[in-house]
């Protein structure tokens, strides 16, 4: 009877074991599940937002081109609106010169021909100046925006 007490006190003993391994093993698996399932939306959530962001920054440098082109274009009719008016201006000058009596009308003429001429070229630099400044604050302000999300997103974000 010793012995069949010894073989029952084993079995129970190799069953209490196995059922305290299988209750670790369990708790093994229940508690990678539940890490694995908070971890998945949060990694998946972060790679959203990255994706996202990217495509805002490519959307900004878009916009950016976008606003850039259309000034370039703008400064560039004004150029040859410009160089239309001198060209105007100096055919003019031209057929009056044609038509002067005296070296003193000539030289007053072309005084005032030189005096014209600077003044336009003045003012259209510093219209194209202006026109430059509005092209370049405009067009950075889509990326500025960027980097402003840029640093808030990142300071927000904890190590």
């Known amino acids: 009877m010793t012995q069949a007490n010894s073989k029952v006190h084993a079995e129970e003993a190799v069953k ?23 971890f998945v939306p949060n990694a998946t959530k972060g790679f959203d937002e990255l994706a996202s962001f990217g495509k805002g920054n490519v ?33 003019a000058n031209a057929k009056a010169l044609m038509g002067v009596k005296t070296v003193q009308e000539a030289v007053e003429l072309q005084t005032g021909f030189a005096r014209t001429s600077f003044d336009e070229f003045v003012a259209e630099g510093t219209k194209l100046s202006e026109i430059g400044l509005k092209v370049a604050r405009d067009a950075s302000e889509p990326i500025n925006a960027r980097v402003n999300a840029a640093v808030e997103t990142f300071s927000k974000t904890t190590v």
């Open 16 to 38: 209490a074991g196995s059922d305290a391994v299988a209750k670790g093993y369990d708790q093994f698996v229940n508690l990678t599940r539940e890490q694995f399932e908070k």
């Open 59 to 91: 959307d900004a440098a878009v916009k950016a081109g976008s606003i850039a082109a259309k000034g370039w274009e703008t400064i560039g009719k004004q150029v040859a609106d410009y160089n239309k008016r001198a060209l105007e201006m100096g055919m």
